[in-house]
């Protein structure tokens, strides 16, 4: 069975700490994404990496770095937490496109709460 | 302004009735579009793909329906059961963009006794 696990189901943060999200996935996917969702926005894009060490900013970057030094695995930081960074965040991994049929397999998710 | 709109935003049906979901879109050149289940608490699990030769295809007692000329998609469940009651998000690829998709903001759907 496929599986991209994530280290938290949920979190709660303060307001100022740096916060390390961990996401593994054990299907060889050369493709990983971090995900932010919010009721009435859906799912948006913070990082996704292609590659090793390769990293592109998605649709909201601010506040996040993110870090993949093996293949299988794919952190998401929080330099500074802020409230407004209060959300699920949900890491997801996938073949590179075109021999994709599958679609994108996600973790189960990390509701993270700051304070 | 979102490229992937659904609709209703939300639906309360009763067991054992069917409900049809819709996703329009306006993403440019369409290579795919897929339908994601998303359970309360958990992440997205693909349920269908379609592509742009497909008008139909099925998944149980799910189907999904694509007319690529008016750019738009439909999530037809039947015989609805307690277990889907969920979160369904139609998703596509970005237009010029990398490996990336745009989600719609999904239709949450809950079945009652």
Partial sequence: DVKVTQSSRYL????????????VQDMDHENMFWYRQDPGLGLRLIYFSYDVKMKEKGDIPEGYSVSREKKERFSLILESASTNQTSMYLCASSVRQGADRSGAFFGQGTRLTVV | KNQV???????????????????????????????????????????????????????????????????????????????????????????????????????????IP
């Fill in chain 1, 12 to 23: 709660v943060k303060r307001t100022g700490e740096k916060v390390f999200l961990e996401c």
């Fill in chain 2, 5 to 111: 709109e659904q609709s209703p935003q939300s639906l309360i049906i009763l067991e054992g009735k069917n409900c049809t979901l819709q996703c329009n879109y306006t993403v440019s050149p369409f290579s795919n579009l897929r339908w994601y289940k998303q359970d309360t608490g958990r992440g997205p699990v693909s349920l269908t793909i379609m592509t742009f030769s497909e008008n139909t295809k099925s998944n149980g007692r799910y189907t999904a329906t694509l007319d690529a000329d008016t750019k738009q998609s439909s999530l037809h469940i039947t015989a609805s059961q307690l277990s889907d009651s969920a979160s369904y998000i139609c998703v596509l690829p970005y237009s010029g963009g990398y490996q990336k998709v745009t989600f719609g903001t999904g239709t949450k759907l809950q079945v």
